[in-house]
């Protein structure tokens, strides 16, 4: 099975900060990654797909970057709306997987 | 617009069986693959199955093989989960989500709905 390892886990930030959140894969998926924004009590909801593709509706200041197992995920300016959990998944595989999750909370 | 809703969560003894089921609407339901992924309290997701667009193709996470069973009928335009042998770790919130393509991952999510397993 491919192993996704998210970091940070925990990250607490400014509105207005730039963050980034990194996913490493245990072997090569190209680009078959995606990620998603889960709040709290809420459905997850996909930001990126294909690594580096914004989901339609989702705003331009949410970028993911990355092909093989290095994959990174940037909020150029982190908004009140932004304080969630977000989890990497892998598509290249059975079984999906996804990454254990990294909470942004404000500082 | 895609939409789906999950039904069928609630209470269960260990060892006992739930069926989990999720409409789907705003969408050809029979062109695309479909999706299960839970979330235990206050943790991470876990993707536990999938079945192709026809029912043909199955598959399943190691936690859940034997137990669960994934199907789907076309015509009613839903997706079904049959949970069986439930034990106290399976307690957790059940996703159904669209698998767009190998590239696109999940989209649209259900709401999700808590299956409890406990004495």
């Known amino acids: 099975d491919i192993q996704l390892t998210q970091s940070p886990s925990f990250l607490s930030a400014s509105v207005g900060d730039r963050v980034t959140i990194t996913c490493r894969a245990s072997?090569?998926?190209?680009?078959?990654l995606a990620w998603y924004q889960q709040s709290a009590g809420k459905a997850p909801r996909l930001l990126i797909y294909?690594?580096?593709t914004l989901q339609s509706g989702v705003p331009s200041r949410f970028s993911g970057s990355g092909s093989g197992t290095e994959f990174t995920l940037t909020i150029a300016s982190l908004q009140p709306e932004d304080f969630a959990t977000y989890y990497c998944?892998?598509?290249?595989?059975?079984?999906?997987?996804f990454g254990g999750g990294t909470t942004i909370e404000i500082k | 617009e895609a939409q789906l809703v999950e039904s069928g969560g609630g209470l269960v003894r260990p060892g006992g069986s739930q069926r989990l089921s999720c409409a789907a609407s705003?969408?050809?339901?029979?062109?695309?693959?479909m999706i299960w992924v839970r979330q235990a309290p206050g943790k991470g997701l876990e993707w536990i199955s999938y079945i192709s667009s026809s029912g043909n193709v199955i598959y399943y996470a190691d936690s859940v093989r034997g137990r669960f069973t994934i199907s789907r009928d076309n015509a009613g335009n839903s997706l079904y989960l049959q949970m069986t042998s439930l034990r106290v770790e399976d307690t957790a919130v059940y996703f159904c989500?669209?698998?767009?393509?190998?590239?696109?991952?999940?989209?649209?999510w259900g709401q999700g709905t808590l299956v409890t397993v406990s004495s």
């Open positions: 998944l892998q598509l290249d595989s059975y079984p999906r997987t």
């Open positions: 989500a669209r698998h767009q393509t190998m590239a696109e991952g999940f989209d649209p």
């Open positions: 294909a690594a580096s």
């Open positions: 705003g969408f050809t339901f029979n062109t695309y693959s």
């Open positions: 072997q090569d998926i190209t680009y078959f």
